[in-house]
């Protein structure tokens, strides 16, 4: 899909949730950023299967899909479109030349949006002083629950050992293990035998849910 068959809003609403690379609710955006994602627009995001929007409460909580961050991806190398705002003529330069980086040092959007929200994360349990440990708690709970070296077990087995440490430190420590390469974290193949506990513990990574964790070997 081209950058022109989508109004302003919904490309601002795009590259803000590539920005953020987590969900986002109605409210935190439109603090944040000024606008809400709502009406026409969400349903049109949501056909076009690019944003996930669902409602836990009563607002709207939004999150790019795999074809969202695709569709980021491909605005990188491509124009603004026809008749362009000088802004946007300056805007698709910078992406170019951000395209160019990626593709040169053999990068992907995740490997760098997901980079920044992990290391804010980071950031904040140091100063609670938890995330230290919970990369130790990780492994250890793995070690307990896995029948061998290297074997995949389940995220929300995973968690259940965990639950004295906080979602955000656990995901925040994850994050820190995979990009290390300390772990190993996949979508679990058959989806159809996830259970709800499954998918609620599931760890968004790289634009897709991951399942399944096992330690390598050192």
Sequence with gaps: MRSEELSVKERAVLFTLLAEAREMSNPELEERFGFRLDGKERRKLNDLKLVESTRPDRAFVHELT????????????????????????????????????????????????????????ADGDQQSGTARDAGAAILAAYAALAAKP????????????????????TDAALGQLYRDQRINLIPQSNQRALTANDRASALRLGGEEKHMLSVRPQ
């Design 150 to 169: 290297g074997e995949f077990v389940k995220l929300s087995a995973l968690r259940e050992r965990l639950a004295d440490v906080s979602r955000a430190d």
């Design 66 to 121: 795999d074809a969202g961050w695709r569709w980021c991806a491909d605005e990188l190398s491509a124009g603004p479109g026809p008749n362009p705002s000088s802004m946007e003529r300056a805007l698709y330069a910078v992406f170019n030349q951000f395209g160019r980086y990626l593709q040169g040092t053999d990068q992907r959007l995740a490997d760098i949006f997901n980079l920044r929200y992990a290391k804010q994360s």
